[in-house]
């Protein structure tokens, strides 16, 4: 079973529209984290987020923890092809990532 | 600063073989993490290593090992191949303070492995 479910597994938009995705779980986290893995390479940190109800922006991108610290959103506006990749949500234990298996994200020119 | 490296990018290793994976962390960096990645389970952790030592361990069967020497690369060891170990093995490595302590991980592009 995975502690964090991530949904859709895949979406594919048109550059320019917005889009959302989501790391879900039933457990309680201190804080989660928010990945951005290209083709070829590691992942790539995004943000942590810590406090209920927390919103952080990374220009385009905005990171939503949930007011129970049980999920987490990822909207990106106005998505560019360059926004394509793997989001991967994380819960950090001690010195261990336990990842989702991510939100497959392609946007077409 | 150069990132994390990973020797070789592309392995393929027919079942029963061995095989060892490098990885360079970070200048300054004295903690290596290990993980594997595959479609079906995703981004899964395999060990840390810490000053030599062996602090953290996933859910692996023991064909999995790693070392880490004084310099802080780590191997890693695969014994016994099975056509399930095909995946994208990631290092991460990070400054490695105190237990508990959120630290950044930095990943490397990791090395892919195809078991025939």
């Known amino acids: 079973t995975q502690l964090l479910e991530q949904s859709p597994q895949f979406l594919s938009i048109q550059e320019g529209e917005n889009l959302t995705v989501y790391c879900n779980s039933s457990s309680v986290f201190s804080s989660l984290q928010w990945y951005r893995q290209e083709p070829g390479e590691g992942p790539v940190l995004l943000v942590t987020?810590?406090?209920?109800?927390e919103v952080k922006k990374l220009k385009r991108l905005t990171f939503q923890f949930g007011d129970a610290r049980k999920d987490s959103s990822l909207h990106i506006t106005a998505a560019q092809p360059g926004d394509t990749g793997l989001y991967l949500c994380?819960?950090?234990?001690?010195?261990?990532?336990?990842f989702g298996k991510g939100n497959q994200v392609v946007v077409i020119p | 600063k150069a990132g994390v490296t990973q020797t070789p990018r592309y392995l393929i290793k027919t079942r029963g073989q061995q095989v060892t994976l490098s990885c360079s962390p970070i200048?300054?960096?004295?903690?290596v993490s290990w993980y594997q990645q595959t479609p079906g389970q995703g981004l899964q952790f395999l060990f840390e290593y810490f000053s030599e030592t062996q602090r953290n361990k996933g859910n692996f069967p023991g064909r999995f090992s790693g070392r880490q020497f004084s310099n802080s690369r780590s191997e890693m060891n695969v014994s016994t191949l099975e056509l399930g170990d095909s995946a994208l093995y990631l290092c991460a490595s990070s400054l490695g303070g105190l237990a508990g302590v959120q630290e950044t991980q930095y990943f490397g592009p990791g090395t892919r492995l195809l078991v025939l």
């Open positions: 994380a819960w950090r234990g001690g010195n261990r990532l336990a």
């Open positions: 987020v810590v406090t209920g109800g």
């Open positions: 200048s300054g960096h004295r903690s």
